[in-house]
């Protein structure tokens, strides 16, 4: 690849800037979690904990707590990876490595920001247009990330429930089904994406009759013909995206190691600040456990940041384990998993790719340079420019010298749906042999 085309700028799809609700839902979000944050510290002021925190903070080991800090840096790392295994598979896609750091910083942002994370996603999706996806292949992009984390978080859920639910049961007793029932919360939205991403036909029936139903009942036309035409093209683009990515199995089943490896850094961060308190006498594998199940808590709250269920589960699953740090334990927790992370992903929304270079032809110059072969996608990826024509150069030639026979391989392709036209087959179609 030359120097020049290396430096070109991005190309740009244009989509309507929708992200004006979600700014709003962010400032309310922060707004919010701020409120929420100074009624604590007044909490703590009022009822005579203060000293308590303080005498716990004067006591912590640093090298601990950097220790904690470090489990958080590599979760963020490792969702940077998973989405470059995703962008690796299309040997075309303009999304670079910077692209990607922004994308992540906007799912933790307007995720950390929004009621039940609800604005992540569609930030993730309009960030990789801005980085050259059209809408299908970022939103295929972005739900296959989203399927491969459910799949993480219902894996480890299910694998630290098994291991010690009878634990939690005994100490709390019926409180831990609320972990369960947000357990099986999880396990139905992965139910619904895989239905979705494997039988896109029935899906799109079901949503007919369901928007049928509603212009019924007297929903505006313009809502109705939008969902329509959402559902006639984006249900198959993302049903395409997810089954040329689980074809690529070994990498499908990286990036799924890689997810699992990313929720358990971030199961460790207690874990960490624990001993950072001294508590060297803690149980790993309960404590990852009971990390799971504040995550599982607090996502089950449809408030900004999950507060409330955060506070809750932290002071119910991990409480007992810092014992009297647990004031002190729950702020540097929260601190480090949340506020810290929402306030640095801030200056990285806007970070961009300097090149439009893919990161497969990056990978494979590296493995060119190694004395390695490049690796080829298993099946052949779509070229990004969508309508367009590719004739072949012989079909062109016979045309301008004036001969009659076609050649055989000459075909009409439009790249957006992988529609072939042969006009050979075509004419035969049109005019029949004579027998």
């Known amino acids: 690849m030359t120097e020049s085309s290396q430096h070109t700028s991005k190309p740009q799809v244009e989509v309507e800037a929708s992200g004006g609700d979600d700014n709003k839902s962010a400032r309310r979000g922060a707004i919010f979690i701020g409120v929420a944050l100074v009624g604590y510290i007044v909490y703590l002021v009022v009822t005579g904990q203060m000293g308590q925190f303080w005498a716990a903070m004067s006591s912590v080991q640093a090298p601990w707590l950097l220790a904690a800090c470090f489990c958080m840096f590599l979760y963020l790392f490792f969702g940077i990876v998973a989405y470059a295994i995703a962008v690796w598979l299309d040997p075309n896609s303009p999304v670079g490595i910077r692209d990607l750091i922004s994308v992540e910083a906007s799912g933790i942002f307007f995720g950390n920001l929004t009621p039940m994370m609800m604005g992540s996603t569609p930030a993730q999706i309009y960030r990789l247009t801005k980085a050259g996806q059209n809408v299908g292949e970022a939103g295929a992009t972005q739900f296959t990330r989203f399927i491969v984390y459910q799949f993480g978080l219902v894996a480890w859920g299910a694998i630290l429930l098994l291991a ?7 100490r709390y007793g019926d409180m831990t089904l609320l972990c369960v029932f ?3 919360g999880h396990c139905c939205i992965l139910l619904g994406i895989f239905a979705v991403a494997l039988m ?4 799109t029936r079901v949503a007919h009759c369901i928007i049928n139903w509603l212009e019924r009942i007297g929903v505006s036309a313009t809502k109705i013909e939008g969902w329509r035409t959402f559902v006639d093209g984006e249900i198959y683009s993302f049903s395409e995206k997810f089954k040329l990515s689980a074809g690529h199995f070994s990498s499908m089943l990286l990036t799924v190691f890689i997810t699992m490896l990313q929720l358990a ?4 961060v207690p874990y960490f600040l624990m001993l950072a308190f001294g508590h060297h006498e803690v149980d790993f594998f309960s404590v990852m456990a009971a990390s799971a199940f504040v995550q599982l808590l607090s996502s089950a709250v449809p408030l900004p940041g999950g507060t409330g269920g955060a506070e809750g589960g932290f002071a119910l699953f991990l409480g007992h384990f810092f014992g009297s740090a647990s004031t002190a334990g729950y702020l540097l927790w929260r601190l480090i998993t949340f506020i810290a992370p929402t306030i640095l992903a801030a200056p990285l929304l806007g970070l961009k790719s300097a090149h439009n ?4 032809a990056r990978w494979d110059r590296v493995m060119r340079k190694l004395g390695r072969e490049p690796q080829t996608p298993s099946a052949p990826t779509k ?3 969508t309508n367009a024509v590719t004739v072949d150069p012989r079909k062109h030639a016979q045309k301008a010298s004036g001969t009659a026979k076609p050649a055989h391989k000459a075909y009409v392709r439009q790249t957006g749906d992988g529609i072939r036209v042969s006009p050979s087959a075509l004419n035969k179609k049109k005019h029949p042999k004579s027998r």
């Open 357 to 360: 270079e893919s990161i497969h």
């Open 383 to 385: 070229p990004h420019p």
């Open 200 to 203: 896109p036909k029935t899906v």
């Open 265 to 268: 850094f971030f199961y460790l």
């Open 164 to 170: 010690r639910m009878p634990f939690f049961a005994e």
């Open 182 to 184: 947000s357990f099986g």
